[in-house]
């Protein structure tokens, strides 16, 4: 039989809630959304910065909540007949739930941070980490002040590795994360020139992502991207925080954790590698130099957690780009089929190059063509006009061939580019459809990746829906 997530006693004692009409003695989950919540979870009402979770408190009870973690203030507004615990902050309690979680547990924890590749070194750890024992991890993008305590409240006591994200976009936003998560290890994917809006520099952005060492269990262990420019700067954080365990990965022959030999493959990689002086080939189920390198990271991740390194290198190759970060799809032209890389997740200077690099690396069918569908990136501050401008050279390098650009920023690439190389351009992102309906042909490689704000996912989803996408992951 299945231990409940929390029993109501160990709950009522995490939070220090009190409890109000019949709840029940074992909570099987935590919610915070009352539209997917299941029957015997806990809907924990948070007070965000557009909506207020009280106001769905009723539709979660109905929709089988063992309880609704509610605010005190908030108490009169809701059902006489509600099952409730009491707290004055909801959001705090939540907070107090995920250190029990976190207390209660032996799992051995990683947290993961960068300013690119966090979200797929996360699922790439959580691919290699459960081939050994039972892993729990993030789901989505929860890497913020509610989604990290949402995520640790969530792990079942018996869980033998734990799996973070943890994200900012100002300074001391990751030591209150890290300190709740107290990882055995740190991950830093990289540093580089995002969220330029809310820093003066690169270098301030590196001593921010720095904040994860001082979380750091005791002899807990920092892997570090030997390859960053930023790379000194870390170790130098790392030293002054107290971390002895300094483990490195990359091309440099110094690195711990070694690249020797990849071969890039349609839609996957495959790799020669010393991870801790162990020598290891296997494959990485997701395209693009930059998988690749975290893939080592991972790999020493695995190493330090005492999990099985063997086990872990196949299930790298099981790995599957998510949605919006760079999955694959096919459009079926009346003469052929196109192949559609999703990246419209976000985008920041580093990912773009590396959303370039995969369109480079991926084969074209003749008569296709390379083809860069790009919104505005957002948060560059002063330099987004140059950082805007700095994408001509990646474009280049991948040997794009027809770029499609939309919004404000874009327009100063635009006016840089070859006039061959012109496909479309448009002030908003809605603007490119017809164009891209009109002028995509069988054998084409496309390309759509844009920041959020920019709404470059309705783009590729007109050109899906005009051409019957059948959502096929495997280049053929």
Partial sequence: MTAPLWTR???????????????????????????????GEA?????????????????ALDAGAALALVARDKLADLPESGRYVVVNDPLEALRKLAAAARARTYARIVAVTGSVGKTSTKEALRFALERTGKTHASVA????HWGVPLTLARMPADTEYGIFE???????????????????????????????????????????????????????????????????????????AGVTEIRTFGEDSASDALLQKVSAQAG???????????????????????????????????????ADLALAGLALAELQAPKGRGAFSKLQLADGKADLIDETYNANPASMRAALAVLGETPVRLPGRRIAVLGDMRELGPDAERL????????????VDLVYLAGEHMHHLWELL???????????????????????????????????????????????????????????
């Fill in 9 to 39: 006693d160990d709950f009522l004692a995490a939070t220090g809630g009190e409890m109000r009409g019949d709840v029940a003695q074992e909570i099987t989950g935590i919610s915070i959304d009352s539209r997917t919540i299941e029957p």
């Fill in 43 to 59: 809907y924990v009402a948070i007070v965000g910065d557009r909506l207020d979770g009280h106001d769905f408190v009723e539709a």
């Fill in 141 to 144: 993008s929860f890497n913020n």
């Fill in 166 to 240: 943890i994200g900012m976009n100002h300074l001391g936003e990751i030591t209150p994360l890290v300190e709740m998560v107290r990882p055995h290890v740190a991950i830093i994917t990289t540093v580089q020139p995002v969220h330029l809006e809310f820093f003066d520099s690169v270098e301030q952005i590196a001593q921010a992502k720095a904040e994860i060492f001082s979380g750091l269990e005791p002899g807990g262990v920092a892997i570090l991207n030997a390859d960053n420019d930023q790379f000194d700067l870390l170790k130098f954080h790392a030293k002054m």
């Fill in 268 to 306: 996957c990689s495959s790799i020669q590698a010393r991870i801790l002086g162990q020598e290891l080939t296997y494959k990485v189920g997701v395209p693009g130099k930059h998988q690749v390198r975290n893939s080592l990271a991972v790999l020493a991740a695995v190493v330090e957690l005492g």
């Fill in 388 to 399: 805007h401008c700095e994408l001509l050279a990646p474009i280049k390098a991948a040997g």
């Fill in 418 to 476: 070859p006039k061959g190389a012109r496909g479309g351009y448009a002030e908003v992102s809605s603007g490119l459809i017809d164009m891209l309906i009109r002028d995509v042909q069988s054998g084409d490689v496309i390309m759509i990746k844009g920041s959020l704000g920019t709404r470059m996912g309705p783009v590729l989803e007109a050109l899906k829906k005009e051409y019957a996408s059948t959502d096929d992951v495997e280049l053929v």
